[in-house]
T-cell receptor
């Protein structure tokens, strides 16, 4: 079946540290992959996406590359800020139906 | 970006009562909306797909008579939890898909059934 696994949190970093949040997936076919972010008290927002192998999604300094060979879509940012503190969800859309399958979410806490 | 609202943001009700949650796309039309459920420290689980003008399609294991969905217009979908019980307590989140097939999420509704 289709599933998404994220690294467990919380992840606590100091400002300007390098961030990696691991995400691996299991899917049939060729899914689209997404990272969503949820800031405190707000709804999920699309952070970035990739629709095919080797695509790199990027936004607000965050990047993730669709790696088919390792079935991964790890989220990275070179220098985090306190304002990046949020919950990050990795998700896949297995057949472009819009039915997103989410990972369990990873809480990021950035300290000044 | 596009905005999706949910109402109420939280609700407490007695066991056996019904609760209605609204999901609205504020500045775009959404022929398709989705309802998710999230348990503490767990991922969002898709419950059903709500299609304007037609019946919702439910995911396996979701009771359609328990969770009634009505997509009455291009900007409104409602989820009614009928005869709620404590095990229905959860965080319910909706999303609306625009014409570019981007999904926008509501802020969620926290339901507590006593």
């Amino acid at each position: 079946g289709n599933s998404v696994t994220q690294m467990e949190g919380p992840v606590t970093l100091s400002e300007e540290a390098f961030l990696t949040i691991n995400c691996t997936y299991t899917a049939t076919g060729y899914p689209s992959l997404f990272w969503y972010v949820q800031y405190p008290g707000e709804g999920l927002q699309l952070l970035l996406k990739a629709t095919k192998a080797d695509d790199k999604g990027s936004n607000k300094g965050f990047e993730a590359t669709y790696r088919k060979e390792t079935t991964s879509f790890h989220l990275e940012k070179g220098s985090v800020q306190v304002s990046d503190s949020a919950v990050y969800f990795c998700a896949l859309n297995p057949s472009n139906t819009g039915k997103l399958i989410f990972g369990q979410g990873t809480t990021l806490q950035v300290k000044p | 970006g596009a905005v999706v609202s949910q109402h109420p943001s939280w609700v407490i009700c007695k066991s056996g009562t019904s609760v209605k949650i609204e999901c609205r796309s504020l500045d775009f039309q959404a022929t398709t909306m989705f309802w998710y459920r999230q348990f503490p420290k767990q991922s969002l689980m898709l419950m059903a797909t709500s299609n304007e003008g037609s019946k919702a399609t439910y995911e396996q294991g979701v009771e359609k008579d328990k969770f009634l969905i009505n997509h009455a217009s291009l900007t409104l979908s409602t989820l009614t939890v009928t005869s709620a019980h404590p095990e229905d307590s959860s965080f319910y989140i909706c999303s609306a898909r625009d014409k570019q097939e981007t999904q926008y999420f509501g802020p969620g509704t926290r339901l507590l059934v006593l």
